[in-house]
T-cell receptor, first 112, second 116 residues
Framework: SQQGEEDPQALSIQEGENATMNCSYKTSINNLQWYRQNSGRGLVHLILIRSNEREKHSGRLRVTLDTSKKSSSLLITASRAADTASYFCATDDRSNDYKLSFGAGTTVTVRA | EAQVTQNPRYLITVTGKKLTVTCSQNMNHEYMSWYRQDPGLGLRQIYYSMNVEVTDKGDVPEGYKVSRKEKRNFPLILESPSPNQTSLYFC???????????????FGPGTRLTVL
């Protein structure tokens, strides 16, 4: 069953604006990861946040994790046309460390 | 170059004709996994392998088989493909598991399968 659910399903923004997407999950986790997928291609890892972390930064990316609400957010600041892609959160499951579950993704379109 | 390769990249076949999609990684990763991606459903895990000769079912294993005889290869086998297995398939690997799946997953380029 799908563990993560991203929100919104789609997002359209102007270049230079910030993009925020959210991920909710159902079970206790060890880690949460965010991936990017350009149209029809393989996923590329963006950032991993552990369950004992609340916030993490990587370049223009900022990820937060609230384990009490079972939710995470991904913020992309100062977006560029190259950020146009689908973004997925992925969670493991503390009851089964080896299974990784992805959400349905948020499709982000950055308009020039 | 560190990579995960999949073959074929595109495949059109007919119902019932056995096929194998190969996956190979050159990073000496212990963990390998297969996913299928369908519109609106995201990625769903089919099977995964923690190491050689160790495999387990993911969320949607029905109709698929895998094997892990060598560390670098993790083929996906469809013994009798059906149209509902038409999908985009991804293989992925990561370095190690330890006590949790805390390593980056490296994805292959995908295999687009159509079953008529």
């Amino acid at each position: 069953s799908q563990q993560g659910e991203e929100d919104p399903q789609a997002l359209s923004i102007q270049e230079g604006e910030n993009a925020t997407m959210n991920c909710s999950y159902k079970t206790s986790i060890n880690n949460l990861q965010w991936y990017r997928q350009n149209s029809g291609r393989g996923l590329v890892h963006l950032i991993l946040i552990r369950s004992n972390e609340r916030e993490k930064h990587s370049g223009r990316l900022r990820v937060t994790l609230d384990t009490s609400k079972k939710s995470s957010s991904l913020l992309i600041t100062a977006s560029r046309a190259a950020d146009t892609a689908s973004y997925f959160c992925a969670t493991d499951d503390r009851s089964n460390d080896y299974k990784l579950s992805f959400g349905a993704g948020t499709t982000v379109t950055v308009r020039a | 170059e560190a990579q995960v390769t999949q073959n074929p990249r595109y495949l059109i076949t007919v119902t019932g004709k056995k096929l194998t999609v190969t996956c190979s990684q050159n990073m000496n990763h212990e963990y390998m996994s297969w996913y299928r991606q369908d519109p609106g459903l995201g990625l769903r895990q089919i099977y995964y392998s923690m190491n050689v000769e160790v495999t387990d079912k993911g969320d949607v294993p029905e109709g698929y088989k895998v094997s892990r005889k060598e560390k670098r290869n993790f083929p996906l086998i469809l013994e009798s493909p059906s149209p509902n297995q038409t999908s985009l398939y991804f293989c992925a690997s990561s370095l190690s598991i330890g006590t949790s799946l805390s390593d980056t997953q490296y994805f292959g380029p995908g295999t687009r399968l159509t079953v008529l």
